[in-house]
């Protein structure tokens, strides 16, 4: 029997790590969770990305086959690059410094729209337009991550939805009121595109870059491009049959699609994500 690798993955007790653990837990991975707060992981290492003791920390686990570094602060909410500075900077250029000198693996997630927030079709050629404080902290763990010459995958991924989803993207509220049996608002003409993409899809997307040591930068989003009506009227169709979704005046906004890598696995349609959710399928930690 082979004996199993060991993964480093720190945010675990976020939105995209609860359901990472999930997705690696009967897999060839032995799980090392990094959290911020200890939430009762097996193997669990909790640490501030803040902490001074957070490179000791480091110091003292068992080296690591891999490591997906997911942990970061999340800075839509007007962080400043001081800010964001220590968790998100100084923080990923110690983790990868301990891992270079390992010889770990790193996937690391970074964002899609380091190349323009109002950039309406995000593809590989794409120049970079770091255009806040969140997104260059993100571009500055991407030129860390280069410059040690670690073995690495980069993943600069759109709009994440699911059950229980980070509120700052819109559908994801959405699926909460419909979860609660509230039908979802849209705002303005709805017409809009965009492709997220679902977290179990970006797990599985993450366990395919461990399991195949997938190297490079890679663009992540949706299978299928949906406009924001179409979304709201699926989740109605799905989660509150017969309810119709709610429409108030609002600024429209702006296209945005992700060009998906050709390396990587697509995941599900929209519809089928919410299936899942309906079903149950989904079940991330609280």
């Not at 995209?16 to 897999?27: A, F, N, P, V």
């Not at 939430?39 to 957070?54: A, P, Q, R, Y």
């Not at 169709?237 to 906004?253: C, F, M, S, W």
């Amino acid at each position: 029997m082979n004996k199993r690798k060991k993964v480093l993955v720190t945010g675990a007790n976020g939105f995209t790590g609860s359901m990472l653990i999930k997705t690696l837990q009967d897999s060839d991975w032995k799980i090392i969770p990094m959290t911020q707060y200890e939430i009762g992981l097996e193997n669990e290492v909790t640490i501030d990305f803040c902490d001074k003791k957070f490179m000791k920390v480091l110091e003292e686990l068992s080296p690591m086959d891999a490591v997906v570094h997911l942990g970061a602060r999340v800075g839509w909410d007007g962080s400043t690059r001081a800010d964001l500075f220590q968790p998100n900077v100084l923080a990923a250029a110690e983790l990868v410094h301990w891992a270079k000198q390992h010889n770990s693996y790193l996937v690391f997630a970074s964002a899609a729209l380091i190349c323009g927030e109002s950039n309406p079709h995000i593809t590989a050629d794409c120049a970079l337009n770091t255009d806040n404080d969140y997104l260059y902290s993100k571009w500055l763990g991407e030129e860390i991550i280069r410059m040690s010459g670690v073995k690495h995958a980069i993943l600069r991924i759109s709009g994440i939805f699911g059950k229980n989803g980070p509120s700052h993207l819109g559908i994801n509220n959405a699926i909460t009121a419909a979860l609660h049996g509230t039908p979802p608002v849209q705002y303005g003409a709805g017409n809009i595109i965009r492709n997220y993409i679902y977290v179990k899809d970006l797990c599985n997307i993450i366990k395919y870059c461990l399991d195949n040591t997938i190297e490079g930068t890679h663009l992540v989003g949706g299978s299928q491009a949906n406009t924001i009506a179409e979304m709201l009227e699926i989740i109605c169709e799905v989660l509150l049959p017969g309810k119709k979704p709610g429409i108030r005046p609002g600024n429209g906004g702006y296209d945005q699609l992700i060009d998906h890598s050709p390396q990587l696995p697509r995941g599900r349609t929209f519809k089928e994500a919410v299936l899942d959710i309906a079903s149950g399928g989904q079940g991330v930690m609280a």
